[in-house]
Structures are given as C-alpha cells and as structure tokens.
C-alpha cells in the first residue's frame, strides 16, 4: 500500500478506508491497455453486482487465486469440478451465476483472441482510445457509451455486462477519467502504450 499523505485531496469515497485509497491511488482510473486485465477487471465487476466494491477487493487475491489469475485459457477450460470446488470456497463470492458468467467470459475473450482480436482493442475502439473525462462533479451511474459497449457485450455473450457495471469497469480501468474535481488523481498523467 502507498503510504497515506493526508493533505492529498481524494474522492470521497476512497478517504477512510486504506485499502480503498490504495486501490484508489496507484489503479482506480489509471488507463488500463492489457486486455487480460481489462477482461479480469470486467469479471470482478461483475461480481460486484448488488453487492459493495470494498467486498470484491478484499477477496481480490481469492479471487485470483481461485481462477489461476485469471488466465483466460486456464479459466476457459474449467468444468463443473471446478465450478463446484469455486462454490465451496470460502474466499470468494460463491455465486454459480457469476462463477458460470466467468468461465463464459472466458471462453469469449479466447475466441476473441483465436479470431485474431484483441480485446484491449474492442474494449479502447469504443473512445478511439482516448480517456473520457467526466464533469469531476457530477456522480453518474452510466452513460450512453456504457449502455452501448454493454449491449455490444451482451451480443457477443458476456453477461453480468449491464450498462451500470460497464460504466463502474470503464472508470475502474481509465476509459473514463471521473476522479473529483478536487482529487490530486485528476490530472494524472495517463502511463504511454
């Protein structure tokens, strides 16, 4: 974790919790172009559904562990053995929709790649590969593009892909800049390709 500096200014919501603020500091909004990460962070989304993002970063390193880091070959070989030992595994959330949803989306990003496509690229098309910058102010919970990138999602299979959490992936991962107006991340640098 980076050492807290209390005169930084942060968004809300990562000020009382360290683990959240480190999330927060060193990855939330920083632009992701690795497709394998960009693919394990839209599954971690999706587990987040109904639930509190803290829920899922905390069991992150389960997670991982739970799905082989989430290599994607690995993950898209699993079968109902695996999908029953990940239901009885406590370190997770042991939901069979979004464990099944998963290996799916594995499946999916393996096809992508065998035909040739990256997912990195499908997932960056969508802005021409630019960061969008939200207003700093305004809080939104999804957007048009979200409901776009999650409908063509869908199309290809996805699920646990709705417009709300494409929109939370898409901050999480820097395809939209919605750090506050007052957050010394806002103006961050965006690391080079």
């Not at 050492?3 to 060193?26: E, F, G, K, V």
């Amino acid at each position: 974790m980076t050492a807290w500096d209390p005169a930084l200014p942060r968004c809300i919501w990562a000020r009382n919790d360290a683990l959240m603020r480190d999330y927060h500091d060193t990855e939330w909004g920083v632009p992701q172009h690795d497709g394998r990460m960009l693919w394990e962070m839209l599954m971690l989304e999706g587990f987040q559904a109904g639930l509190s993002w803290i829920t899922v970063l905390r069991k992150r390193a389960a997670f991982r562990e739970a799905f082989c880091g989430f290599d994607p070959r690995q993950v898209a070989a699993f079968t109902e053995q695996d999908v029953q030992r990940l239901l009885a595994d406590a370190g997770i959330i042991r939901a069979r929709a979004k464990i099944e949803a998963t290996i799916a989306g594995a499946r999916l990003y393996c096809h992508m790649a065998d035909h040739g496509e990256s997912f990195s690229d499908f997932c960056w098309h969508f802005t021409g590969g630019e960061v969008l910058k939200g207003d700093g102010v305004t809080q939104v919970a999804s957007t048009p593009l979200s409901t776009r990138i999650s409908s063509e999602l869908k199309k290809r299979g996805f699920k646990f892909v709705g417009p709300t959490i494409v929109y939370a992936w898409m901050q999480a991962v820097g395809i939209v800049n919605d750090h506050s107006a007052e957050c010394f991340c806002r103006e961050r640098r965006a690391p080079r390709r």
